[in-house]
């Protein structure tokens, strides 16, 4: 399948799904996730129209970065050590794994110097797969209670993972977990600001996150393709 034919059946699947759970195609913004890819079908992406990127590795965004930076918007999706908090400032306007205090402290001490803010989604362990990323529903409401002393980061939404190996159906309880997550700590104000979005959805799954409730799904292979494609 060419770019152009991935695009309209990932769009033609949104708006289905969008349809199925009464929503409008417009609250779901998606994220291209090009760390398969090379710079050349990364460039193929931006060109036709998508402005969202996705990379969970510097070392494999760092290429396509120093070639197209200026014209796309960078997500940071992986998982993020503090001593590589200086590869993404400045870069990524959007981190979608905030996960513990020690890296927020870092980002909004590079954020602040940078005179930045970032825009971050709380990553959580819905599933309470141990070999999943993420802070256990439980301690979320604490987690951004103290995030509301960090000016330079915004939190605009919560971020979670199907587990690995399941299919779409199964990962749905997850995701609608997600989103009673999300309407519960509006319910007791945690911020200022409600918290809107939903990071949620892959290649696999994302209709059903769709259907959840996803404000944002990070598709890789489905839209993008692998390299060998
Ligand atoms: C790779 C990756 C994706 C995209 O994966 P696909 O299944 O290829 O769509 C989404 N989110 C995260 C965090 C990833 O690492």
Not at 1 to 25: F, Y
Not at 74 to 95: E, P
Not at 196 to 214: K, P, Q, R, T, Y
Request: proline fraction near 3%.
């Amino acid at each position: 399948m060419t770019l152009e034919q991935r695009i309209a059946h990932v769009n033609k699947v949104v708006s289905e799904a969008c349809e199925r759970a009464g929503r409008s195609p417009e609250e779901v913004n998606i994220v291209a996730v090009t760390k398969y890819v090379s710079v050349d079908k990364t460039k193929q992406v931006l060109d036709s129209g998508i402005v969202h990127l996705g990379e969970n590795r510097w070392q494999s965004a760092k290429p396509k970065w120093e070639a197209l930076g200026s014209r796309g918007i960078w997500h940071f999706i992986g998982q993020l050590q503090s001593n590589k908090v200086k590869d993404v400032i400045g870069k990524f306007a959007y981190i979608h794994s905030l996960d513990r205090l020690s890296l927020a402290k870092e980002l909004e001490r590079q954020a602040s110097a940078a005179d930045i803010t970032l825009k971050a989604f709380v990553q959580v362990n819905v599933s309470g797969e141990d070999t999943k990323a993420g802070l256990p529903p439980e301690k979320v409401f604490d987690f951004i209670r103290q995030l509301g002393e960090f000016p330079h980061i915004e939190v605009i939404g919560l971020m979670t993972m199907a587990p690995f190996d399941s299919d779409a159906e199964s990962a749905r309880p997850v995701f609608r977990g997600l989103r009673e997550l999300r309407d519960e700590l509006n319910a007791k104000n945690v911020q200022a600001k409600p918290i809107e979005h939903l990071s949620m959805g892959m290649s696999g799954d994302f209709e059903v996150a769709i259907e959840e409730g996803a404000t944002w799904v990070r598709l890789g292979s489905i839209l993008v393709g692998k390299e060998e494609d």
